[in-house]
């Protein structure tokens, strides 16, 4: 089964930079979107930002101007730039990956602190 492995995770100071990525373990056809979710500890899994097919994004609120999504659909490959974060920004970072199923990779943690 083709599996999305993500990678980048780690610990940074508040303000700094941290860059995922998310790549397939092997062929994954017709993927229509990607995206990047994360979970912090005591709280609900929430979609941080995603990208279609034609390359339109979409972010949270919360990291608008701070993260930036992207993706080389020649591989399949997916990006997320972290700037400026923050401690809130702590959590588990999952890529997924949508072509009629939902597929998700095992997570990679993202600590930041203050």
């Known amino acids: 089964q083709v599996q999305l492995v993500e990678s980048g995770g780690g610990l940074v100071q508040a303000g700094g930079s941290l860059t995922l990525s998310c790549a397939p373990s092997?062929?994954?056809?017709?993927?229509?979107?990607m995206g990047w979710y994360r979970q912090a500890p005591g709280k609900q899994r929430e979609l941080v930002a995603g990208?279609?097919?034609?390359?339109?994004?979409h972010l949270a609120d919360s990291v608008k101007g701070r993260f930036t999504i992207s993706r080389d659909n020649a591989n399949n490959t997916l990006y997320l730039q972290m700037n400026s974060l923050k401690p809130e920004d702590t959590a588990v970072y999952y890529c997924?990956?949508?072509?009629?199923?939902?597929?998700w990779g095992q997570g990679t943690q993202v600590t930041v602190s203050s």
């Open positions: 990208i279609g097919s034609n390359n339109q994004t």
């Open positions: 997924t990956a949508y072509n009629g199923d939902l597929i």
């Open positions: 092997g062929n994954i056809f017709h993927i229509a979107a």
